[in-house]
């Protein structure tokens, strides 16, 4: 199947640090990715929808300055967390599809961000 | 943001016990997606179901899509230890954006093996 890479797997930061994460589609063209956040022992909740080309789509609530989405090219999205605060400490996730008919969605590994 | 409402919320089972556990939603969906995850790592996809009705296997895993298009159940026959972990639903609305429709996750249901 398809393969999704997210990296880094694991940060930790000082409070007020910005951390990016990198999301890329492997073997695959994505136009579209898509950023998740879980807490722990919580279900995946969408943050935002990355198209290639134009600016994300983000979910109500998501602060869009606050997470800065990036999708440069068709195999890479970033996910910046600006002026990264304690309450932002949390388990991210992106997914990729092609957007073809019945296309299933993939998901990377994760990022486990700790703001200290 | 909506999420679909499984069941139940934890499983703790025998090795070699079958599992059964259930999504439903208020609204439609078109699609409905089954996912593992593992502690610390991305869900994993088991099965896709794409039409009212359908019942699809994959290996000891067997998932059914609702007539009513709200509802999915999943299936795990004879239990292993690599069985462990968190399941979720998801299901996509729209299928004329194909691919590009973002998914409404379950509330996940955790199962644990019993030495």
């Known amino acids: 199947g398809a393969v999704v890479s997210q990296h880094p797997s694991r940060v930790i930061c000082k409070s007020g640090t910005s951390v990016k994460i990198e999301c890329r589609s492997l073997d695959f063209q994505a136009t579209t990715m898509f950023w998740y956040r879980q807490f722990p022992k919580k279900s995946l909740m969408l943050m935002a929808t990355s198209n290639e080309g134009s600016k994300a789509t983000y979910e109500q609530g998501v602060e869009k300055d606050k997470f800065l989405i990036n999708h440069a090219s068709l195999t890479l999205s970033t996910l910046t967390v600006t002026s990264a605060h304690p309450e932002d400490s949390s388990f991210y996730i992106c997914?990729?599809?092609?957007?073809?008919?019945?296309?299933?969605?993939?998901f990377g590994s994760g990022t486990q961000l700790s703001v200290l | 943001g909506q999420q679909l409402n499984q069941s139940p919320q934890s499983m703790f089972i025998q090795e070699g016990e079958d599992v059964s556990m259930n999504c439903t939603s208020s609204s439609i969906f078109n699609t409905w997606l089954w996912y593992k995850q593992d502690p610390g790592e991305g869900p994993v996809l088991l099965i896709a179901?794409?039409?009212?009705?359908e019942l699809t296997s994959n290996g000891r895993l067997t998932a059914q899509f609702g007539i009513t298009r709200k509802d999915s159940f999943l299936n795990i026959s004879a239990s292993i230890p690599s069985d462990v972990g968190i399941y979720f639903c998801?299901?996509?609305?729209?299928?004329?954006?194909?691919?590009?429709?973002?998914?409404?996750f379950g509330t996940g249901t955790r199962l644990t093996i019993i030495p």
């Open positions: 998801a299901g996509q609305r729209d299928l004329s954006n194909f691919g590009n429709e973002k998914l409404t």
């Open positions: 179901l794409y039409k009212a009705g």
């Open positions: 997914s990729a599809s092609t957007g073809e008919a019945n296309e299933k969605l993939f």
